[in-house]
């Protein structure tokens, strides 16, 4: 079993669970407190686990502009894009972020995907770009929540309220060689954090400051229930190397005016015609929490949950499904199949939160 | 899912216990209070929903007496004892949270007018058996 740098931590403070191979904390003080410490203020969460890789040489953008369906040739530095690793049948390998450091690229995949899309990365490098692992040789916080940017000012005495989404910038900082990413997977504003050190001490001595600066430690669990209330998918759950990104509705991540990419001839036919299925969101108005694999019912059957769970946030259940297309207009009344019992409805358009008071669109207040 | 160092159990001398983490309190001859311990209570984490058999429904031996649904997960309730269900935590429709905070009080679970105790108790385990069960998981 694996171990992050933190796990001195969290083997004393939280409820630790394996995950992708990881001895990793489920929760700290509870997965709801911890939610809803991200939504109203800030939270922290021990991400080292998910799979870093530095991408780098005379081929390095033109290969990773091959491996996937967005415009990496237009990516400037200093900015990263979400996008997702598509075999040539056009199925999702792995939801990642591709961030570009200058001449060199940090590229950011799923902690149980990483030998796999290792793997399928050097099968394709007809280019000559090295791609290096340093998941064990760094380690990666997320910092999230609307107070985010103050809690790290206060920790890293740098000025980051005023740098834009999905960029990254490189600091060297008393504390260490740090990547600090304005991204997340909360739905909140918040930042991803990498420490360039093989050395525990290092993310544990971050760490400590960051949580001592007004953050609550957060769990797999809080990091669960969040992205789904914000809508982002989870991979192994809502996407899988059957789903193209036309039907899992991540059309946005594909560049219309690419030329060759892998996957390319299937998503572009599918761009063309309608998406058979749709992913949606499904928010309960009858008792009970929808759970993977439930059936999506009107009258017969026209679909299937993903992921679901209990919004902290909401009080009641939450899910993301597919259903057949003609089904996916947000109001449409469902009933979800909760272990035999048919429990009534909605489908809606995530995020399930109110926009103008929840998440990173969210109108400020001060 | 693996239980953390940072949680310790209570385990009460005065009840049974089956290994799927029901207690049952003998409170006569023929009626028991039942609930989930307070390791599954733990493990479970943040309970939201809690599902019980109807007043008067027929129970058996570790047959399903109802769910309790958490946040991360949902868990069958079985029956430590056969009987008629006499009673149920009516507070728990609108409180779930109690089962968390009060597993062995006022988080009960349901009452049941036993038809077989007798026999039933044997089958079940002491809180020392119930300890040492759960100190191997």
Redesign the interface.
Known sequence: MKRTHLYVYH????????FAGYEM????S???AEHLAVRNSCGIFDISHMGRLIVEGNGATEFLDYLVPSNVLGLHGGKGLYTVLCNESGGIIDDIIIYRLGDKFLVVVNAANLDKDLQWMSSKNNFNARITDITTKSSMLAVQGPDASTVLQKTLGIELSTMARFNIIEQNLQIGNLLIARTGYTGEDGFELVINSDRPEKALALWNKIISADSLPCGL?AR??LRLEAGLCLYGQDLNDKITPVGASLSWVVSKAKGKYVGKQVIDSQMKSKAMVSRVGIEMIG???P?KDHGIYRGSKIGEITSG??S?LLKKGIAVGYVSSEHSSAGLEVEIDI?GRRVPAKVVKPPFYDQTLYGWKRIKKD | ???????KYEVRDDLLYTKEHEWAKILNETRVLVGITDYAAKLL??V??VSLAIVNSEVNHMQSLG?V????A?SDIFSPISGKVVKINEKLATHPELVNNSPYDVGWLVEIDAKNLLAEKGKLMSAKEYSSFIEKL
């Open positions: 083997k004393e403070h939280a409820n630790i669970v394996e904390p489920l929760w700290y509870g997965i709801s669990g669960d229930t008792e009970g929490i759970r769970t209990f902290p272990r | 899912m693996s239980s953390g160092q940072a949680l984490h943040e939201v929903y769910t649904e958490s946040v991360k949902v």
